[in-house]
């Protein structure tokens, strides 16, 4: 069947279909129905696009089957849920891709308990669709609240893909407050992908949620917002088994941070692992083939890091069947037997640079090859190695390079794609040095702002703005400085000269910027 109303409708009275003891209310709780089953339909538009009501409390509404429909373009909640046991939640498409009249996005709402509920196989996504959201746009990709399972009827959400999260406000993934005790988040994945200023969350649970189990799954960020972002944002430590994920967070902008335990940012995996979870889990990009709408990794080092599950969820989310050591998030996932490494990472020094990979697949041996930029494959220089990292020698200072790298299979062994980097200056900073003129070591800001986008610093670093030489009218941005640290400190000496700048540049309006800039000090230094 078909139930649809008006698009442009956005009242609360209007929704696709509504299980409730009021005629005038879509949300009114009360035993309204017991066995329904709704499946293969689609409903579009409406306040709600698909509102089942049961009691706020035992003895709950029973046995509902709510499987293969669609819910689309609704104007706030797509699935609301409340008060169901042992109901089945099973392949429904939940998404707003059509609708103009935007506002925040609950793709699956519950609440007031649901005992024995299999939440399975759904796919939430595209909140926005094609039209540009507002900055204060806001997702939930699931909200459940006081959602209480019991001990031995506890509430499932399994092989569930939460994905293309297009909106520029707030997203939290998958979101479970209040006391929604004995939950079971196994096997799903979530990848957070947007832009704006909004917080980011893949995962999100409450202090109040106890007995809950967090195995299995992939929650992954790749979001260039400028607000906070988490992979996974738990309110306490206590009460929660969270093992074998995969936590993901790797979005190229500041504010980015692995996870938060009761409101501590926590920016690396040990961090997470002494805090008591994901012992047997990992910190890595999982490599989606699209991580906006295919969500197969391509990771072969997650691979079979999931727990056995096999008794709740054998199958995922294609329908294949698992094995006792399960790969995380929704999907099986074949891998290439000589696929090169998707994840490497380059450090260079002067005339050194030291190259490190994660492997793709178990191997012995591996091929490094390279040379200038831009150089043809397979007539570069060439080494091997047994370790997944490697230092090359010999390179010439401020000088760009290609690295390629490969495991030994024999001839079907194929290069990974070329990783350019650039060596440093061969003089690295460490003492005191002067600033302000044409005989300075440093004729102006911009002069050592450019020493340090190609070197670094030795030790600590003290430079004297000399006396009455300003004031400088130019735009100083600092980026990340290699060498620096606790130790190796730089201090910036105005001597009370003026460094001024007007920028034109809406974009880039200050006049000293910090961008990934650690342990620098300015003194007596008027800016404007």
Sequence with gaps: CTFEVDLAASAVAYSAFVVSTS???????????????????????????????????APFSQNYHIENNIVRDFHFYGMWLRGLENAIIDRNDIYRDQRTNITTFYGMYGTNGMPGTMITNNRIHSPYGSITPPATALMYGTFFTTVPGTETNPWFFINNQIYNTNTNGTVYGLYVTGTSDHFRAYHNTVSVTT????????????????????????????????????????????????????????????????????????????????????????????????????????????????????????????????????????????????????VVNVTPGDTFAIVSWIPNVPTETWHIEYGPAGYTVNTGIFATTTETSFTINGLLPETSYDVYIRPDCGTESQWGDAVNFSTLCLFLLEGTYTLGNATADFEDFTALVDFFNCGGVAGPVVIEVIPNSGPFNEQVIFGE???????????????????????TNTNERATLKLNGTSHMTFKHLHIK
């Excluded at 879509?26 to 538009?45: K, V």
């Design 195 to 342: 832009a704006g200023t909004g917080t980011i969350r893949a995962a999100w649970v409450g202090s109040t949620v106890t007995n809950a189990e967090v195995k299995n799954n992939i929650f992954h960020v790749n979001s260039t917002s400028t607000g906070a972002k988490h992979a996974i944002y738990i309110s306490s430590a206590s009460s929660y088994e969270i093992d074998h994920n995969v936590i993901s967070n790797v979005s190229p902008v500041g504010n980015s941070f692995l996870a938060n335990i009761n409101f501590g940012d926590i920016s690396s995996f040990e961090a997470w692992q002494d805090a008591g979870f994901d012992e047997n889990g990992m910190s890595i990009n999982p490599i989606f083939v699209n991580e906006q709408n295919d969500l197969v990794p391509q990771m072969g080092a997650i691979k079979g890091i999931g727990a056995d599950l096999t008794a709740v969820a054998p199958l995922d989310f294609d329908g294949v069947q698992r094995p006792s050591n399960p790969d995380p998030g929704v999907y099986q996932f074949e891998i290439d037997s000589c696929a090169p490494p998707f």
């Design 23 to 57: 005629l005038t209310s879509a949300t009114t709780a009360g035993q309204a129905a017991h066995d329904l089953t709704i499946t293969n339909s689609e409903f579009i538009g409406g306040y709600y696009g698909l509102a089942l009501n049961g009691p706020t409390g």
């Design 481 to 503: 400085i290699p060498g620096s640290s606790e130790v190796n400190t730089i201090t910036i000496m105005g001597n009370n000269n003026t460094l001024e700048y007007l920028s």
